[in-house]
Each structure stands twice: as C-alpha cells, then as structure tokens.
Nanobody, 116 residues
Framework: VQLQASGGGLVNSGGSLRLSCTASGSTFSINVMGWYRQAPGKQREMVARIISPGSAEYEDSVKGRFTISRDRDTVNLQMNSLKPEDTAVYYC?????????????WGQGTQVTVSS
C-alpha cells in the first residue's frame, strides 16, 4: 500500500485547510485510515481516524474544528478554525488487516503552518 498526501500549506489563524490522502496498491482490506501529526520536539499524535464502516475518532483539541471523511481509498481531513498550535507535519496512516496480521502504512507527511 502506498499513501500519497496533499493539501498542506501556510494559513492564518482562524483559517481552513483540507488534507487529502489516497491509497494505492493492495487497498482491499484497509479498515482504518487516519491522520497523525508531529510538531517539533513532540511525539507524533493521532489527530483523527475513521474506522470502517464509518466510525470517526478525534483528538480532544480538534473536536468541533476538524472533520475526517473517507471515500473509498481516499481519506480527507477538513481543518477549520486553525490555531498556531495545530502547526505540525501531518501524516496519513492506513491500517490493513490480512490473514490475522495487522499492517500499518504511512504517507510522506505534509507541512501545516498556522501563523498567529
């Protein structure tokens, strides 16, 4: 499975960005897709993920501001009311279950910078 992410950039505080990530390859058994982020000097953290058939989970600080959605092999993250503390490299992740084994795949990361 390969993941191609896009949509990062620079935005003012209060602005919006939309991240997209498309999976290719052996995507037929991907059961979870999501977004993680890592700010300088901090550990990578889960931002949002969507678990098939459609249950979404969010990190507390983004609830009500971010919305995750999935359309087949593409996962989107709509980010509204962005804050400077949302600045980080955002990574797409896919989880696939196959023959009792779990496989995790990561995209290349896309920079999101929110200026105050």
């Amino acid at each position: 499975v390969q993941l191609q992410a896009s949509g990062g950039g620079l935005v003012n505080s209060g602005g919006s960005l939309r991240l997209s990530c498309t999976a290719s390859g052996s995507t037929f058994s991907i059961n979870v897709m999501g977004w993680y982020r890592q700010a300088p000097g901090k550990q990578r953290e889960m931002v949002a993920r969507i678990i098939s058939p459609g249950s979404a989970e969010y990190e507390d600080s983004v609830k009500g501001r971010f919305t995750i959605s999935r359309d087949r092999d593409t996962v989107n993250l709509q980010m509204n009311s962005l804050k400077p503390e949302d600045t980080a490299v955002y990574y797409c992740k896919a989880q696939r279950m196959w023959v009792g084994n779990r496989y995790d795949y990561w995209g290349q990361g896309t920079q999101v910078t929110v200026s105050s």
